[in-house]
């Protein structure tokens, strides 16, 4: 039977699911696997983060079609941080196409941003920052190298899966042998499969003993040669440094107040509030309502230091509340979660009194059926707690006004922003305010960031466009927010001068927000001595299958990106080192030479390799430290 081989596609492709009303039969979510199903009943297609579930077609010539390989996860307001690792996405592809399948395809290779109002209903506005490629463009690694050496180790096994016959040896529960071997011929592949997810394992297959960490894949391209582990990084790493400009940081802050509305002049009235989404049509994230009422000094409260509560029960997704022009307080909902109860002691005076809500969005509905059913906005509003009861004043006639009043000044451009009364920063910052300074263009060619350190709510301009909405003081779990840094796009910045504008909806002033440059020039290595070689020390030619360097071994390799060179080396050790990119740490065993032969082969280079030879780093003496049976290289290094 012909076979076809598809090893990688980096945009995604939009496949047609079955939805029920009310019901997905594929079981989509945030966390969940999908089958789209064909015609004839059974999937050929596979959406998510793992191919185990995926049964495969149901016709042996239909190909076997991984839709989205999901490399990370989209993050919402209030999630931790999270992601893939790339041993794990690793892992699946080697078994989806040991297994015969025909395509995969990534969902996302290159992560963004959701500039302005674009992101889906809480979702943040940096979108799949843990892609190969994060937001900003650059590679993260090792998920970006160790898949393009997975994908190299499918390669060099292409003869053997498209040509020869395929076999599965289960050895046990947890390990088994996949081979694709043509009888007569040296055509012949395996993946040897360690399914343990704690557990390492030796596992021998044609008289040989191959070791396979825990829920790992070992790529045999000639069924003898151990090209790559799916668990066993031999790339490089990185680690992303925000570094404050020295230039672009002299910020001379000015405001300019939003006035609180009440019933007067407002653009439509009604009884009851206006649903929210279908209100502002998608113009805007925010819309007023007020409302007045009406109270004699029998309603109030008699009895000393008791208030009145308001109460305003909201379908979504958040709310600033005012009483009589000021301040009661702000609430919202999450993405499981849209709608939500606001109560708050108000003070309240005999005669009028008047209440406005600043209702907002956060996105559009992102998923599901019936979503043009989606409901947003403030459903029920009551003051409670009066001497004479509840009184309801949902049925009480309501002002409306779609957008913010610098909104529709514009006062985020160069133009907009001579119209608005600008003035030095309050000593008390308020609520609803807008802040604009100008900055200098940072230094170099590289991505640029703004850290929002200290803010609330709002959204941020440079140069009159919107780089999308900041939520700091959504806190996760952990107790930090979200994303503190948004990307900045240097074709967003003048050649010198540009304007910034931040709209704030708390009480909170823009003194730590501070301008950034962004990049990854901090690499490193982290190989252990029992690691196989990099992929990429063998090719398979007209089917010779065959090494190319001299040297085949464990070894650490070191590239800058384009135009840089290695200018430091910050740590460098050869024994029982820990930590990760950034934040390694020595161990009881290290062997002091270690950072002069990194040195050596590696400062001033654009890249360098470093073979784990214990004479070498052992310098022909006796070993330091014997006790220590399998030793790590690590190394980390500052391209400039």
Known sequence: MARTLFLMALVSTIVVVTQGRGHHKGGYGRHMTAQNVTYDGKSMFINGRRELLFSGPNKPYKPAIWTENWTAQYRVHGDPPSQRSAEDIAFSIARFFSKGGNLVNYYMYHGGTNFGRTSSAFTTTRYYDEAPLDEYG????????????????????????????PNVEKLNEFHEIRTFEKLGTNLCAAFITNNHTTDAATINFRGTNYFLPAHSISVLPDCKTLVYNTQSIVSQHNSRNYERSPIAN????????????????MDMYQNIPAELYSLLKDTTDYAWYTTSFELAPEDLPIKPGVLPILRIMSLGHTMVAFVNGDLVGSAHGTHEEKSFDFQRPV?????????????????????????EHRYAGPKSISIIALNTGTRDITTNMWGHRVGLRGEGMKVFSDEGSLKAKWKPLSPVPRPLSWYRTRFVTPEGTGPVAIRMTGMGKGMMWINGKNIGRHWMSFLSPLGKPTQSEFHIPRSFLNPQDNLLVIFEEEPLAPVQVEILNVNRDTICSFIVENDPANVNSWVSRRGNFHSIVPYIGPQASLMCAPGKKIMTVEFASFGNPSGYCGEYILGTCNVVATKQIVEQECLGKETCSVALNRAVFNQNAADPCPEILVKTLAIQVRCS
């Open 138 to 165: 650059l590679q993260r690694e090792p998920k970006w190298s160790h898949l393009r050496d997975v994908h190299k180790a499918v390669l060099l096994c292409r003869k053997a899966i498209l040509g020869g016959d």
């Open 250 to 265: 002299n910020f001379q802050w000015e405001m300019f107040n939003e006035a609180i509305p009440t019933t007067k002049k």
């Open 347 to 371: 003070q309240l005076r005999v005669g009028t009194n008047y209440i406005s809500i600043l209702a907002g969005t956060v996105g559009l509905p992102d998923s599901g059926a019936y979503m």
